[in-house]
């Protein structure tokens, strides 16, 4: 059973940095990329960005610069490291294993303060 969970979400003030966690289990991790997503309230899900298994990464284009996707394979997890914070970050942030797009974890909520 395929399974992802997400964390290390919490509020921050504009400026500041996050660090994500996706632990996933029930696949095979190294050959699968992996995403980051996000959705905020009203909006529809968007991608953040993205890492295949021979860590080839794309991001969005509001993200770049601020935002790094990596990945441990020796413990099944991807991370996203958020830095220089906008509101406008605030959202619900998924994880989500290319191979397998119906399964998605519970999310973990960041809220950036002004």
């Known amino acids: 059973q395929v399974q992802l969970v997400e964390s290390g979400g919490g509020l921050v003030q504009a400026g500041g940095s996050l660090r994500l966690s996706c632990a996933a289990s029930?696949?095979?991790?190294?050959?699968?990329?992996m995403g980051w997503y996000r959705q905020a309230p009203g909006k529809q899900r968007e991608l953040v960005a993205t890492?295949?298994?021979?860590?080839?990464?794309n991001y969005a284009d509001s993200v770049k610069g601020r935002f790094t996707i990596s990945r441990d394979n020796a413990k099944n997890t991807v991370y996203l490291q958020m830095n220089s914070l906008k509101p406008e970050d605030t959202a619900v942030y998924y994880c989500?294993?290319?191979?397998?797009?119906?399964?998605w974890g519970q999310g973990t909520q960041v809220t950036v303060s002004s």
């Open positions: 029930g696949i095979i991790f190294s050959i699968n990329g």
């Open positions: 890492i295949t298994s021979r860590r080839v990464i």
């Open positions: 989500n294993a290319v191979a397998y797009p119906a399964i």
